[in-house]
């Protein structure tokens, strides 16, 4: 099969590699539509040490497509069905997740190989986290499934009520998710980020209002959108910069909450005015990954078109071109891209 291949940071190669072959209850899936998705950016620029363990690998994460073959014992699905599912499956038997704390398993499996023309899904995946497609969504956005639960995973575990103001800091597509879906909540969404582009796309999603964060007086003029100028009722921070958490923190009214969902690199910290975390009781939270509960529920709401997935796909690339798409999003050009191996035929 053709693949794209990481061999080092920046070093990936588009290159013929034997198709996976699969064990006692794993399917083989022909990938119908990739996703180009931050982390695989990062990945191609530095490495994954959590996804990438030896080299030369396959990689990507975001995918959907068609079951070619099954292994014994595959009950759930049968050949030619439409899948779809998330990147990893927790082990269910370690300390957290006997505390129903899935997104901190101590042994989460990884799947890896988007960028391909097959994938192997491991037994706990098909198992737990990989579904059927609905007849009337598409391969294209039913890839949005993963990032889509990571977002459900914030936000259902961030209390907001309808009416409260809520600000999303970053409008990649992530922060585009979290806006559509403090919108379905009956917030006023305030969305901030240092592009133009991102902040009128996200009008679409649902934005009231929007504010350029390259404004050196960026946080007052949030602060103005807000309830007597106290500050957001929530404040969810989606771009992984320490300096940016500082910003969410001083946009945030007394007893408010702040998200930090964005992730940032290992190593870096962040400083707030101990005094004014105190007095005036902000709340700050960090949500990580997703659940096999919001796995699902990602599912359901993008088959229902609660969630327009059309609207996060900016363009399509040929396999081949995958790591164009990625640079594309480097550039902050789009929103997503589909990558669809049958382009390249």
């Known amino acids: 099969m053709k693949a794209q291949m990481f061999y080092a940071p920046g070093d990936v190669r588009f290159e013929e590699t034997d198709i996976p072959i699969i064990n006692t209850g794993e399917i083989l899936v022909k990938v119908k539509a990739a996703l180009t998705c931050g982390t695989d950016l990062k990945t191609y620029k530095r490495g994954h040490p959590t996804i990438i363990k030896s080299v030369p690998s396959t990689f990507g994460h975001e995918f ?10 595959v009950t759930k699905f049968k050949i030619g069905d439409r899948v779809v599912g998330a990147n990893s499956v927790p082990c269910f038997d370690c300390y957290f997740c006997k505390r129903n ?8 499996q990884y799947l890896n190989g988007a960028y391909s023309e097959y994938v192997a899904v491991p037994e706990q995946l098909v198992k737990y986290n990989f579904y059927k497609i609905p007849d009337n969504l598409d391969y294209k956005e039913a890839a949005l499934l993963e990032p889509l639960a990571c977002a459900l995973h914030g936000i259902d575990r961030t209390p907001i009520n309808v009416g409260e103001t809520v600000v999303v800091i970053g409008t990649g597509p992530i922060g585009l998710m979290f806006v559509k879906l403090a919108a379905l909540k009956g917030a006023k969404v305030i969305a901030v980020d240092l592009s133009d582009y991102r ?7 649902g934005a009231m209002y929007t504010v350029n964060a390259q404004d050196n007086d960026h946080i007052n003029k949030v602060r103005s959108l807000t309830a007597e100028s106290k500050g957001a009722d929530v404040v969810i921070e989606a771009t992984g910069f320490p300096k940016v958490w500082e910003n969410a923190v001083n946009m945030v009214r007394p007893r408010g909450l702040v998200l930090t969902f964005g992730g940032t690199k290992k190593g870096t910290t962040f400083t707030m005015d101990c005094q004014k975390f105190h007095y ?7 949500v990580y990954h997703h659940t096999p509960y919001h796995v699902q529920m990602a599912l359901e709401l993008l088959a229902s078109k609660q969630i327009d997935g059309s609207l996060f796909i900016t363009d399509e690339y040929p396999l081949s071109k995958a790591i164009d798409a990625l640079e594309s999003i480097g550039r902050q050009e789009g929103i997503k891209y589909a990558i669809l191996p049958d ?3």
């Open 64 to 73: 959907s497509g068609e079951v070619v073959q099954i292994g014994d014992n």
């Open 343 to 345: 382009l390249d035929k």
């Open 199 to 205: 902040l009128e796309e996200s009008k679409k999603y």
């Open 101 to 108: 704390m899935y997104s901190l398993c101590e042994n989460l």
């Open 280 to 286: 005036e009781e902000i709340q700050i939270k960090a």
